[in-house]
């Protein structure tokens, strides 16, 4: 039923926005909320503003009430001031229209007793007409496919990545920055203060939804939390979830319950839900983001051995020292491997051990770049490639001509092998600085997961090596998963 | 002695180049090498290149060796295949040129018995003549002031912050990241192998030094252990030294070997010598920077409460969860100041907490925003204040206003509390990240630390309290810091 209603809401044809106003004339177009939000994206159906006195909105015919409707709603976003919520619940409930985002805040989440009632009032209203609500106090959905967003300039890339966030200003920070890193979107779904439908009813939606291959989540409070931790385990078994914990600290548990006026904290709990639902656990969106990148982008690592290939000096012990931290190793190359690699490396300026530092492959005649990496590729103890580059100690005339390389001989020779690039700049240099960034993108573009930082690789690589490597996917380990007796939150 | 002659290296007031080349018409000008580097600095002093065929050099006359020279010079800076080194050291000796900077790299770092058979050699030759020697294989020295500098395009910044690395890279990286954060340098010193000066000789010289107030050092190993450990805890009383120790896990050691030739690793070694020197820590150069920022720009906080002010929702609980997990903590307003804040800001769309959500106080046409910070300055237990924008929730007009405020109104209310802005911009529009990136140089320029996530500017204040409330500075433990007993490293 739910499953049905949801299938409806993604994929809208038909969105009335209740509350919608004209754009502020004298804020620019990105001022024009909700209704301008949609209208901006370039909404695929048909879209219906309503406000009191039945103005048109940009040219769109506008209506009075939801009873004016000439169709049922895919879906109906409320956008009024609080205690007119209720009123539009019933409005819903009388013509037929289950399938409602309130975007209202002014509910449970302030700890006023006045509106601890109100959120009390449209809970009601909601069980007893069987509602389907996304919110009260949220963005509500985001599906860039359809064109169906409630903010400004959202990401517009499609994908295979959905994201359930409990904070709306989170869905937007975490696409846009992922979207920047060539990440593209199935469904983006802000619930704050989950009145009917909470995270694990999202959940259980893109766990069967084709188009989302994996699942990124921020969460504050959770209402059920067996039923979190049952989903989480079965689907992170073949779509990776990522997890963001909002309110994990004492400090961080109060701002919560200021958010969403959900209870947060118990991080022992949480800690054993990341072992063992085998779920992925970030610290920030930007990490989220990181590690979602080397998910997506690159295949199974079959061990934590890392090979750094590139820029020397204190950036190669730095890299080395990045690795370690986080639980990858540095193996040194075989005999065999070393002698190879020697016979074509000059040891002049060159560092034949693992940092391999001889970015003079890159520029020579043969094809001893291939077979450096094929190397890589059939070493069975070096699992993972970070390709370093020091952006200032090269010519901008060579950028392309490396991209060019990574895109083309990189991706051949090493295959499913997960491999990734790090950069690195700091010349105030106008030029470098522009064509460093039109590089990282020409890179992204092209499926490269690309970090700015040893830092971030590492830890992405270290994550994406526990999600395939961690024990649940080893089935004599099922005893102890099912020891755990989470309580509820 | 030492002193004397580094005294004369810093303020060299002339130079000669020993090896220097022609630019390379191909690569443009930013391939002329040291003696191109130094001309295109506008180095102050007198110039001399020396090569074979005495050649001048961007017009500037040449000289075939040293014993043509016409003066004695305060520094030599010798960048001659490594086999030539040794000659170059005693035409030195012979001219009574005893500061040498020894660019060339391919000694003890190489791992090569023939280079290493080289070191010794030169090593020989320095100890014979009493040479004062930086190097060899590293980048030498750079001061802003006198327009020394090796690389090309370094920071032009002057200021307290002195900065010794082990690493040529990292010297340009870290003084070209902080440069960018409005952080000046007196003295950057690139020393590699340390043939005959190492990091304590230039901490020795920099205890005393009045242009320096902050010291930062990335280090891999170190060749006598005690008196680093002497030196720093000594000097650390009155100017904060802030370390990045590469090698520290075993890969990185290895990295170490193969970079500098020293034996890094004993991580407790190195905890215990954080611990009781007082030095502050850092694990990137990119840490190193901000908690540098941090350090040079704010006062001395009180405690480790803080009071986060600013955008609203997640990142405010983002925001929490980042300082508590470093150490820092949010205490409760007090009833009294929440009584005050309720008089005059409205509960629609804001948190009356900690963090406070209030930003609606920016733009208050009264003294709201004073009265405020004046709360925040008297209350004994808010320590530090960070102060979260997100620039896409604001309009672009309105950013030169708040930039206003955070100069004027923040400064003279916060006093000499601690104060930081933190800010965060995603949504892909050029005109916003723009005026964002100009918003933060107005900043920055004006004294403001800027840091542009939670976690850095969390952890920059943690480190900031870090350094000023820990216990070397209270005199009843001098016993428990005299019990350790570094080995030599």
Same mark, same amino acid.
């Given at each position: ?226 039923? +979190?931790?049952?989903?989480? %385990?079965?689907?992170? $078994?073949?779509?990776? *979830?990522?997890?963001?914990? #909002? &309110? ?46 080397? +998910?997506?982008?690159?295949? %199974?690592?079959?061990? $934590?051995?890392?090979? *750094?290939?590139?820029?020397? #000096? &204190? ?175």
């Amino acid at each position: 039923m739910i499953h049905a209603q949801m299938e409806k809401m993604f994929n809208a044809r038909s969105i009335a926005v209740v509350g919608a106003k004209r754009p502020d004339e004298n804020r620019g177009k990105t001022f024009g909320g909700i209704f301008g939000a949609l209208h901006d994206y370039g909404y695929k159906g048909r879209l219906y503003p309503i406000n009191p006195h039945g103005e048109s909105i940009m040219g769109i015919k506008a209506y009075k009430n939801l009873l004016e409707l000439p169709e049922p709603m895919d879906l109906v976003i409320v956008s009024v001031p609080a205690p007119f919520v209720p009123g539009v619940l019933r409005e819903c409930a009388q013509t037929g229209n289950k399938n409602i985002h309130i975007f209202t805040a002014g509910f449970k989440e302030t700890g006023e007793p006045e509106s601890m009632k109100l959120q009390k009032d449209i809970e009601e209203i909601a069980n007893a007409h069987g509602l389907h609500v996304i919110g009260p106090n949220c963005m509500g959905i985001c599906v860039p496919e359809h064109r169906i967003a409630t903010w400004m300039e959202p990401v517009t890339r499609v994908g295979p990545v959905s994201f359930l966030s409990q904070s709306g200003g989170h869905a937007q920070d975490f696409s846009n920055y992922a979207g920047k890193l060539g990440i593209g979107f199935s469904k983006i779904v802000s619930f704050g203060n989950a009145l009917t439908l909470d995270s694990t009813d999202f959940l259980e939606y893109l766990a069967d939804d084709p188009k989302t291959k994996i699942i990124a989540m921020y969460l504050e409070g959770v209402k059920n939390g067996r039923k +979190l931790f049952d989903l989480v %385990k079965r689907i992170n $078994r073949t779509k990776p *979830v990522i997890i963001l914990k #909002g &309110g994990l600290t004492e400090s961080g548990a109060k701002a919560v319950l200021s958010h969403t006026g959900s209870l947060a904290g118990e991080e022992q709990y949480w800690h054993a839900f990341f072992k063992q639902t085998g779920a992925v656990r970030a610290h920030s969106l930007e990490e989220m983001a990181h590690t979602t990148l080397a +998910l997506l982008k690159t295949g %199974k690592p079959e061990g $934590r051995g890392m090979v *750094v290939f590139g820029a020397g #000096g &204190g950036v190669v012990v730095g890299a080395s020292d990045a690795c370690s931290r986080v639980g990858l190793t540095l193996p040194t190359f075989s005999e065999t491997m070393q002698t190879t690699l020697r016979s074509f490396i000059p040891p002049a300026g060159n560092m034949i051990k693992n940092p391999l530092d001889a970015f003079i492959l890159f520029f020579d005649e043969g094809d001893h770049l291939a077979k450096t990496l094929d190397l890589f590729y059939q070493a069975p103890d070096l699992n993972m490639v970070i390709l370093s580059l020091h952006m200032d100690w090269l010519d901008p005339s060579m950028f392309s001509h490396v991209a060019r390389h990574i895109k083309t001989t990189c991706v051949e020779h090493l295959k499913d092998k997960p491999f990734v690039v790090c950069w690195r700049q700091t010349r105030d240099d106008r030029e470098i600085q522009n064509q460093a960034l039109a590089f990282e993108q020409d890179l992204l573009n092209s499926g490269i997961p690309v970090y700015r930082s040893f830092e971030a690789a590492a830890l992405s690589l270290s994550k994406l090596a526990e999600y395939h490597l961690s024990f649940h996917f080893q089935s004599d380990l099922e005893e102890r998963v099912n020891s755990v007796t989470p309580t509820n939150h």
